[in-house]
């Protein structure tokens, strides 16, 4: 199951729209799609229901 979640990004504030597979709960970096600053991600499901979600910056 995929879940269309929106969150906004640290750095410049922009939104960002994400596709979630809600199959496994997970920490990951990815790039702001605006500013291509790296945010760390940390995601977690509980029987396919987002129960968390955070996007910190990682001070570089």
Same mark, same amino acid.
């Given at each position: /199951?995929?879940? +269309? #979640?929106?969150?906004? !990004? ?5 939104? @960002? *729209? /994400? @596709?979630?597979? &809600? *199959?496994? *709960?997970?920490?990951? %970096? +990815?790039? !702001? =799609?605006? !500013?291509?600053?790296? %945010?760390?991600?940390? $995601? #977690? ?6 129960? &968390?979600?955070?996007? $910190?910056? $990682? =001070?570089?």
């Amino acid at each position: /199951m995929t879940l +269309e #979640h929106f969150f906004q !990004c640290p750095y410049c504030w922009g939104t @960002i *729209s /994400m @596709i979630l597979d &809600a *199959s496994a *709960s997970q920490t990951y %970096i +990815e790039d !702001c =799609e605006t !500013c291509c600053n790296p %945010i760390q991600l940390t $995601i #977690h499901f509980e029987n396919n229901n987002l129960t &968390a979600f955070e996007a $910190i910056n $990682i =001070e570089q």
